[in-house]
């Protein structure tokens, strides 16, 4: 089975900042790898797909790469709504399976 | 618009049986897999398992093998997720997903999920 490992697991930053998230698979995934956002109550949603596509609707500050083991995602200016769990997700096989996951709070 | 609507919420004794549904709509039913993912109260996301409804073709994590049950109508476009006896481990938040986008998929959209309490 792939583990997948983020870091940090909990970040705290201010509005206008850049953060960068790591991912990292136990072994190569080549670029099947998801990431999402989940705010409290809700149910996660997809941010970024294969690795460095931006999914529609979402905001261009917003980035991903990354390829074979390590992957990165980016948030150019954080804004208020962007503070939330993210977690990266392995679809290379099965099981699949998610980081545990990076909780983005305020400073 | 594609969408995931789950069943309401359950509170079940331990030693009963359960099953929760997810009803699919906007979208051809039987093309893409549906994805079952469990979130413990406080932690993160655990993927269960994941069905075929075209053929029923179900892939069962190792962790939840043996514990749970994956099905789906297609006449009624649902996805179920059942439980045979239920235990206070099980409660959480479950979640179903669609898996799109074929050779490189993704989990998009998802259910608002079904929370599940068990205690006597």
């Known amino acids: 089975d792939i583990q997948m490992t983020q870091s940090p697991s909990s970040v705290s930053a201010s509005v206008g900042d850049r953060v960068t998230i790591t991912c990292r698979a136990s072994?190569?995934?080549?670029?099947?790898l998801n990431w999402y956002q989940q705010k409290p109550g809700k149910a996660p949603k997809l941010l970024i797909y294969?690795?460095?596509s931006l999914q529609r609707g979402v905001p261009s500050r917003f980035s991903g790469s990354g390829s074979g083991t390590d992957f990165t995602l980016t948030i150019s200016s954080l804004q208020p709504e962007d503070f939330a769990t993210y977690y990266c997700?392995?679809?290379?096989?099965?099981?699949?399976?998610f980081g545990q996951g990076t909780k983005m709070e305020i400073k | 618009e594609v969408q995931l609507v789950q069943s309401g919420a359950e509170m079940k004794k331990p030693g009963e049986s359960l099953k929760i549904s997810c009803k699919a709509s906007?979208?051809?039913?039987?093309?893409?897999?549906i994805a079952w993912v469990r979130q413990m109260p406080g932690k993160g996301l655990e993927w269960m398992g994941v069905?075929?409804?075209?053929?029923?073709?179900?892939i069962y994590s190792p962790s939840f093998q043996g514990r749970v049950t994956i099905s789906a109508d297609k006449s009624t476009r649902t996805a179920f997720l059942q439980w045979g006896s239920v235990k206070a481990s099980d409660s959480a938040m479950y979640f179903c997903?669609?898996?799109?986008?074929?050779?490189?998929?993704?989990?998009?959209?998802w259910g608002q999920g079904t929370l599940v309490t068990v205690s006597s």
């Open positions: 072994q190569s995934i080549d670029n099947y």
């Open positions: 294969a690795a460095s």
């Open positions: 906007g979208y051809t039913f039987t093309n893409d897999w």
């Open positions: 997700q392995q679809s290379y096989s099965y099981p699949r399976s």
């Open positions: 997903a669609r898996e799109s986008g074929h050779g490189n998929p993704w989990f998009d959209p």
């Open positions: 069905i075929f409804p075209a053929d029923s073709d179900t």
